[in-house]
C-alpha cells in the first residue's frame, strides 16, 4: 500500500481541519487502536500489562499534561512530580473520606484540585520567564512533596507515610483498584481514559486555545500586542496541564502501583517526564506517547540486549548506561532536532509520500 | 491622489507627547491627528522616533506626557491587548510572527479576538466550535487569497523568505479586522516587485475595506505616492505634517533628509 494523498481531494475547510486530513493516516490509527484495546488484552501476560503497558500508559499521561505547559505554551516546569503527588494523594483523600464515590469522579476531581494547585503555581509566570520560571516550579515541586510528607492529614496518619488505593470497582463487579483488580480490566481503563484525554488535548492544541498558547511561545509580546491577555491564557496552560499530570499521579498511585509514597513523584520524576518530551517532540501530543514508549523501552532494551550477544554487564554499569544513553539522546534532540522523535515520524512520512521519486 | 480624496472624522489624536528612555528623548511634542479612511505616512531619518509613535499608539510604550484620543476616548495610556480589543492592528518593523507555526495558523492567531467558545467546546471540537473555527478559516482564506499566499499555507513561518513573511504578518493584522492598521517599514528589505505588490496591498485594504491605516516608510517614492497625509519627524521633533506636496517643499524636511544642520 502507498502512502499517497493523491486523489483525496478537501472539498471542504472542515475537511481539512480533521486531525488526519490523509486517509491512510486514519486507518493506521484506528488499527492501532484496535490492537491497543483488542489485541493487547488477549495476546498479552500479566506482567507484560503491569509492568510495561500502564506505567506507558501513565508516563504518556504526565507527558501531555507536561508538554501542553512547556511545548505548546512554552512555559518551562520542573514541577510535574509534585503535580502528580497532589492528583495521587488528592485521589486518596477524596476515595476514602467518600467510599461511595464513583472512581471515575475521583479522578476527575483529582484533576481538577491539581489544576487548581497548578493554577496557584503558575502566577508567578506572569512576571518570570525561561531559567527562573523553571526554578520557581522546581521550589513548587520541593513544597508540594515536603508537604505530602509533613502532613498525616494526606497519608490518613499512617504511620510508614504511604497510600495505598482502596479496591474499588466501576460498572458493576470490575475492581479497578486494590489487589483484586485484574491487570486487564486496569489496562483497559487506563486505556480509554489515556486515550481519550489525548484526543481532548489533540482538540485544544489546534485549537483557539492551542494557537493562544503557541502565539505566547514563539513570541510573547507580539502576542500581547495581537491580543492575547498574558495572564489568563498562561494560567489555563498551567491549569490544563496540570489536570493532565494530576490524573497521572493518581493513575500511578491507583492503578500501576498500587501504593505510593511522596518519593515516587520527586524531583527525579519531574525530569523524567522532562526528558520524554524532548526525545518524544516538544509541542506533540503524538510525540508524548513516543518519549513514554522510550523512557520505558529503553531499560529493557539495554538489559536485554547485552545478554543476547552474549554479554554481561553488571546491573550496576547498566544504571550508569541508561543515565548515559539519555544525557547523549537530550543533548542530540535539543541541539539536532527539537521536535523530536515525532518530528522524525513527520520526516519519514514526507519522504513516504513522495517516494519513489525523489522530489 | 490626495486631492480627489475627502475624509470622515478624526480617528486618532495625538496631542503633546513626550517619550523618553533615560537621556534619550525619542518623541518631544509630538501633535498630529489621524482621520478615518486616510492613509496616513510617518516618516523621518532613522532614530527620529517613528516606530516610537506607533509603540505609543498602541499602548506598547507609555508617553511621560501627552494624551491621546482614540474614537473619542481620551488618554494618556492603554495596555496593547486594550488597544488590540479597540481595533487597532500593526506589523512590525523587525517582523514578530510566530516561528514554529504555519502561515494559516499565524494569520489564525489575528481572528482570535473574534472567536467567543469556551474551553470546554474547543476539547471537544464538535458542533458549535467546529462551526466557529470553520467560519474563521474561510476569513482567513479570503485573506490568503487576497495576499496571494495560497501555496505557503501550511509553511512554518521560520522557513518562509523575509518578503513572504511581512506578507503573512500583513495577514495577521487584517484578519483582525482593525479599524486602524499601523505598518512600521512594511516594505524594508523588498525588492521592486515586492514593493509594488506590498503597495497594491495596502492600497487595496484601504480602498475596499475602508482601514485607516498609520504607514512608515523610508522609500519616498512610495510614500507619496500611497499616502495622504504625512508627519515627519526627526529627533523626536515634529518638523512638519501636510499633505505630500506641501511636505516636499518644505524646507525644514528638505534640510533634515540632506543632513543640514542648522
Ligand atoms: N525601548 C527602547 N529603549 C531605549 N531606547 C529606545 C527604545 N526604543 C526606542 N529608543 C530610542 O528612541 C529613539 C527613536 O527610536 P525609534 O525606533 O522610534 O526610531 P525610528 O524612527 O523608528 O528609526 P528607524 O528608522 O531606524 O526605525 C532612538 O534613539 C532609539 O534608540
Ligand atoms: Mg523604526
Redesign the pocket.
Known amino acids: 500500500m502507498f502512502y499517497r494523498e493523491a486523489g483525496q481531494f478537501k472539498t471542504s475547510y472542515q475537511a481539512d481541519q480533521a486531525i488526519f486530513p490523509i486517509r491512510q493516516d486514519l486507518y493506521a490509527y484506528i488499527a492501532f487502536l484496535a490492537v491497543a484495546f483488542i489485541g493487547v488484552p488477549l495476546l498479552a501476560s500479566d506482567y507484560f500489562l503491569s509492568t510495561l503497558m500502564l506505567p506507558f500508559l501513565v508516563l504518556a499521561l504526565a507527558a501531555i499534561g507536561l508538554n501542553i505547559l512547556t511545548g505548546y505554551a512554552g512555559q518551562l516546569s520542573l514541577g510535574t512530580g509534585g503535580f502528580m503527588a497532589t492528583g495521587a494523594f488528592a485521589a486518596y483523600k477524596l476515595s476514602t473520606a467518600f467510599p461511595d464515590m464513583h472512581l471515575i469522579i475521583v479522578f476527575l476531581l483529582s484533576g481538577l484540585i491539581t489544576a487548581g494547585v497548578g493554577i496557584f503555581f503558575g502566577i508567578p509566570s506572569l512576571r518570570i520567564k525561561g531559567f527562573y520560571l523553571a526554578v520557581a516550579t522546581l521550589a513548587s515541586q520541593f513544597f508540594l512533596i515536603w508537604m505530602f510528607n509533613k502532613f498525616g492529614w494526606f497519608t490518613n496518619y499512617s504511620a510508614s507515610g504511604v497510600i495505598s488505593a482502596p479496591p474499588r470497582t466501576v460498572f458493576g463487579d470490575f475492581y479497578i483498584t486494590g489487589p483484586q483488580a485484574a491487570p486487564v480490566t486496569k489496562y483497559l481503563f487506563c486505556l480509554s481514559f489515556v486515550v481519550l484525554l489525548a484526543l481532548l488535548a489533540k482538540n485544544l492544541t489546534r485549537s483557539n486555545i492551542g494557537r493562544k498558547w503557541m502565539a505566547i511561545r514563539d513570541m510573547d509580546i507580539a502576542a500581547e500586542i495581537i491580543g492575547i491577555p498574558m495572564l489568563k491564557t498562561k494560567l489555563i496552560a498551567f491549569a490544563v496541564s496540570s489536570f493532565y499530570c494530576g490524573i497521572a499521579g493518581a493513575f500511578w498511585a491507583f492503578l500501576y502501583t498500587g501504593s505510593v509514597e511522596p518519593l515516587a513523584f520527586d524531583v527525579n520524576r519531574s525530569f523524567q517526564v522532562l526528558f520524554m518530551i524532548i526525545i518524544g517532540g516538544l509541542g506533540s501530543i503524538m510525540g508524548s506517547f513516543l518519549g513514554a514508549a522510550f523512557m520505558v523501552l529503553l531499560p529493557i532494551f539495554l538489559t536485554n540486549a547485552p545478554h543476547m550477544v552474549g554479554v554481561e554487564i553488571s546491573v550496576s554499569t547498566l544504571s550508569h548506561l541508561e543515565a548515559m544513553v539519555f544525557g547523549v539522546l537530550i543533548i542530540f534532540f535539543l541541539i539536532v532536532e527539537p521536535h523530536g522523535l515525532a518530528r522524525l515520524w513527520q520526516i519519514f512520512k514526507e519522504k513516504m509520500r513522495l517516494w519513489p521519486f525523489p522530489h | 491622489m490626495s486631492t480627489q480624496r475627502t475624509f470622515g472624522e478624526i480617528l486618532l489624536k495625538v496631542e503633546d507627547v513626550h517619550l523618553s528612555f533615560g537621556g534619550v528623548k525619542a518623541l518631544t511634542n509630538v501633535n498630529f491627528d489621524i482621520r478615518k479612511g486616510e492613509i496616513r505616512a510617518i516618516i523621518g531619518p532613522n532614530g527620529a522616533g517613528?516606530?516610537s509613535m506607533l509603540n505609543v499608539i498602541n499602548g506598547f510604550y507609555h508617553p511621560q506626557q501627552g494624551a491621546i484620543t482614540y474614537k473619542g476616548v481620551t488618554r494618556s495610556q492603554m495596555k496593547p491587548h486594550e488597544a488590540a480589543r479597540q481595533g487597532i492592528a500593526r506589523t512590525f518593523?523587525n517582523i514578530a510572527l510566530f516561528k514554529g507555526m504555519s502561515t494559516l495558523d499565524n494569520i489564525m492567531t489575528g481572528r482570535l479576538l473574534h472567536m467567543k467558545s469556551g474551553l470546554l467546546s474547543q476539547a471537544l471540537y464538535w458542533g458549535k466550535y467546529l462551526r466557529e473555527e470553520v467560519a474563521h478559516r474561510e476569513k482567513v482564506e479570503e485573506i490568503i487569497d487576497f495576499l496571494e499566499i495560497q501555496a505557503i499555507r501550511k509553511t512554518p513561518v521560520g522557513r518562509l523568505p523575509y518578503g513572504l513573511q511581512k506578507r503573512v504578518e500583513l495577514g495577521r493584522a487584517l484578519a483582525a479586522e482593525p479599524e486602524l492598521l499601523l505598518l512600521?517599514?512594511p516594505m524594508a528589505g523588498m525588492n521592486v516587485e515586492e514593493k509594488e505588490d506590498m503597495s497594491r496591498f495596502i492600497i487595496e485594504t484601504n480602498d475596499q475595506l475602508g482601514t485607516t491605516i498609520a504607514l512608515?516608510e523610508h522609500d519616498m517614492g512610495v510614500v507619496m505616492d500611497l499616502s495622504d497625509r504625512l508627519v515627519v519627524l526627526d529627533y523626536g521633533r515634529q518638523l512638519a505634517d501636510g499633505e505630500p506636496d506641501e511636505v516636499r517643499n518644505n524646507q525644514a524636511v528638505i534640510d533634515a533628509y540632506l543632513g543640514v544642520t542648522e
Open positions: 517613528k516606530s518593523q512600521d517599514e512608515i
